[in-house]
C-alpha cells in the first residue's frame, strides 16, 4: 500500500475518545456479574431484551459516576479553589472555575458510556455521539480556558500597543478561539469517519473565493487597529 493510500485510510479512520477514558470498567464489572447469574438465576430473566443484572449494574454504576463527579467537585475542585486563593494571582482561580463545567460533564459522559456498555445498547451511532460529546468538552475546556486567561492576552498585546491593549488583546484571543473552535470541529468530524483533509481540501476553492470578497474588510480592520 502506497503512503498516500495510508494517509487517506488513516484520515477516514473514525476517533474514539470515551473507550480509553472508561479504561475497561466495563468488562471489569461485567465478569464481576457473571457469578450473581449463577447464585440468582432470576437476575437472568430480561426486561427489554436486557439481563436483569446488568440493567441493575447499568443504574448502579451511572448513578455510582453521578456521586463521583458530585464528591470531586466537592473535595477536589473545592481543595484547589482553597489553594488557588492562597496565592498572589487571580489566573489560577479562573482556570480552575473554568474547568469546573467541563469536568462534570465528563463524568455524566462516562457513565453513561458504561450504562450503555452494560445494557448491550451502546451501537456504533450511540458511541459516535459519546465519542464528539467528549472531544466537545475537552475543547470546551480548552476554549474557557482561554476565556479564563483574557487578562494575559491584554498584556501581551500591552507590550505593543498600551493605548489599544484591550481592543487588540480581545482580537487576538477571537482569533485563537476561533482556530482552537475550527481543530474541535475537526476532530468531532473525525469522529464520524470523515476525511477531514478532503473536506478541507475541496472546500480551498471557496475559502480562496471568500478571502478575496473579504480582503477589503480585513484590510480596513487592520488598519484602524
Known amino acids: 500500500m502506497s503512503t498516500t493510500q495510508t494517509n487517506e485510510l488513516n484520515a477516514s479512520d473514525s476517533l474514539d475518545v470515551i473507550s480509553d477514558l472508561s479504561m475497561n470498567l466495563g468488562g471489569t464489572v461485567q465478569s ?3 457469578p450473581l447469574y449463577h447464585k440468582f438465576p432470576f437476575l437472568t430473566n430480561t426486561f427489554l431484551d436486557i439481563p436483569l443484572a446488568n440493567l441493575f449494574a447499568a443504574v448502579a454504576v451511572f ?3 453521578l456521586l463521583i463527579r ?3 467537585t ?3 475542585m473545592g481543595a484547589l479553589q482553597k489553594f ?3 496565592t498572589e494571582t487571580y489566573n489560577d ?3 480552575i472555575s473554568a474547568l469546573k463545567g467541563p469536568i462534570k460533564f465528563a463524568f455524566i459522559l462516562i457513565g453513561a458510556h458504561l450504562f450503555f456498555l452494560l445494557i448491550f445498547k451502546e451501537t456504533e451511532f450511540v458511541k459516535n455521539i459519546l465519542n464528539t460529546l467528549v472531544v466537545y468538552t475537552i475543547f470546551w475546556a480548552i476554549i474557557a480556558v482561554m476565556e479564563s486567561l483574557r487578562d494575559l492576552f491584554h498584556q501581551a498585546t500591552g507590550k505593543f500597543n498600551p493605548d489599544l491593549a484591550h481592543e487588540m488583546g480581545n482580537f487576538v484571543l477571537k482569533i485563537a478561539q476561533v482556530l482552537v ?3 474541535g470541529l475537526g476532530a468531532m468530524l473525525q469522529v464520524w469517519g470523515i476525511n477531514v483533509t478532503a473536506l478541507v481540501a475541496s472546500l480551498g476553492l471557496g475559502g480562496l473565493a471568500f478571502a478575496l470578497a473579504a480582503k477589503d474588510t480585513a484590510a480596513n480592520l487592520f488598519g484602524s487597529f
Open 32 to 34: 464481576m456479574l457473571e
Open 63 to 65: 448513578l455510582l459516576f
Open 70 to 72: 458530585k464528591l470531586f
Open 74 to 76: 466537592i473535595v477536589i
Open 84 to 86: 488557588a486563593k492562597s
Open 93 to 95: 482561580d479562573r482556570i
Open 181 to 183: 473552535g475550527a481543530v
